[in-house]
């Protein structure tokens, strides 16, 4: 049985503050790549190969997150990722060549990783309790915390050298760890119900359902990936493409950013409403092919305000679709579903920016970008071929 309402608020309340805080710290870290991207000297592809250490740090993490959340629970984990991921941010502007970039970014990325993973099974299990689709309130305040930090990083980017201003972010977010990590810590978990029947049966037919919901959570994964590879182009690479193709001042290049997480927090902040009255498959089809023409626009557009339009329609689009998919992961799969669904979805997050890179240096950063609305093209057309099955899995 839940435990008392009161109980499932304080829950929600404290694990809304983590999600925040890493959408806060992560978009400060995005606001200063193409400071720190000079003050490195890397080349596009060179700076796409020093952020593979996030991808590769964040994967590997993700997939050993899962077992560490069985073990010990996912309230410690959580409050133990946030400790390192807001030690870490400090870290990139103490760098001076690409190859030192990467080695630091892997640590950061572990962080990101093993928050995500541990914070999005703990707001899984609430959903469960609930029963109302609320993963994207959570979600929602990701973005509102990095809508303000690239907003704050936008006003101080003038004003403060990478150094001070993610060592502020340090600061600022192990303080609200102390408080949020200390309320989460004494919140009892929530315990939905078991998912799936392990027991055997006849005819193997337990061995096939488990088959089913592992091509379920990974399908899910899929989709997570086709959408949250833009969440990561627009991240990395959104405010260079506004400074370097569109004559963007460094604070109106860091306004692209904040457009698309406005954006997406609107959409998200209405998605628990938004699946109510349409449902999933609904929600993830509208919401993709909405990524499509606004990326087309952001990308290509020959204007600044045309290009923050874009970036604010992108936003909209993609704001529900990854809290979808990671929920009916882990609905189906547990801590499990959640680590594998977010080891596809952030790999895409993070392996999307180098990818981006390297298209750039081949034809344009322009023209890279656009491959954002060619996956979420991809997600709408995996989203429509297995509705059936997601619907009764």
């Not at 304080?10 to 999600?19: E, S, V, W």
């Not at 962080?111 to 959903?127: E, K, R």
């Not at 499990?336 to 950063?365: E, H, N, Q």
């Amino acid at each position: 049985m839940p435990g008392p309402r009161r109980d499932l608020t304080r829950l929600r309340i404290a694990l809304t503050a983590f999600f925040a805080l890493d959408g806060f710290v992560f978009a400060g870290w995005v606001v200063r790549i193409p400071a720190i991207k000079e003050q490195t000297g890397a080349s596009a592809s060179a700076l796409g190969l020093a952020l593979l250490g996030v991808s590769a740090g964040a994967v590997v993490t993700m997939t050993l997150t899962g077992r560490l959340v069985r073990r010990y629970g996912s309230h410690p984990v959580t409050v133990a990722c946030a400790v390192l991921l807001c030690l870490s941010i400090a870290l990139p502007p103490l760098t001076r060549s690409a190859l030192a970039l990467g080695v630091v970014l892997l640590v950061f990325g572990s962080a990101y990783g093993g928050i995500n993973v541990a914070f999005n099974s703990a707001a899984v299990d609430l959903v469960a309790v609930l029963e109302r689709p609320i993963m994207p309130s959570f979600h929602a305040a990701f973005s509102l915390g990095g809508m303000v930090g690239a907003g704050l990083g936008g006003l101080v980017a003038g004003a403060l050298s990478p150094t001070r201003h993610l060592l502020a972010l340090t600061v600022t977010g192990l303080l609200v760890t102390l408080f949020a990590g200390r309320a989460l810590l004494r919140c009892e978990p929530a315990a939905p119900p078991d998912r799936t029947d392990s027991t055997p049966g006849k005819d193997g037919a337990p061995h096939r359902r488990d088959r089913r919901i592992r091509r379920l959570v990974i399908t899910f994964g899929v989709i997570a990936l086709c959408t949250a590879y833009g969440e990561g182009a627009m991240a990395d690479w959104g405010a260079l493409h506004l400074e370097q193709d569109l004559d963007a001042s460094p604070g109106m290049a860091a306004a692209g950013y904040s457009c698309f997480a406005l954006a997406m927090t609107v959409g998200r902040l209405t998605g628990t409403t938004l699946l109510e009255r349409l449902g999933r498959t609904a929600t993830v089809v509208a919401g993709g092919t909405t990524a499509v023409a606004g990326m087309l626009l952001g990308s290509l557009a020959p204007s600044l305000w045309a290009a923050l339009f874009g970036f604010a329609i992108t936003g909209l689009g993609l704001a529900n679709i990854f809290p979808v998919a990671v929920e009916r992961a882990g609905a189906l799969g547990g801590p499990s579903g959640v680590a594998t669904a977010s080891t596809l979805g952030y790999g895409g997050m993070l392996l999307g920016p180098p990818a981006i890179g390297f298209m750039a240096d081949w034809f344009s950063l322009s023209a890279a970008l656009t491959s954002v609305a060619a996956l979420a093209a991809v997600a709408v057309l995996v989203a429509v071929a297995t509705r059936r099955a997601a619907v009764s899995g």
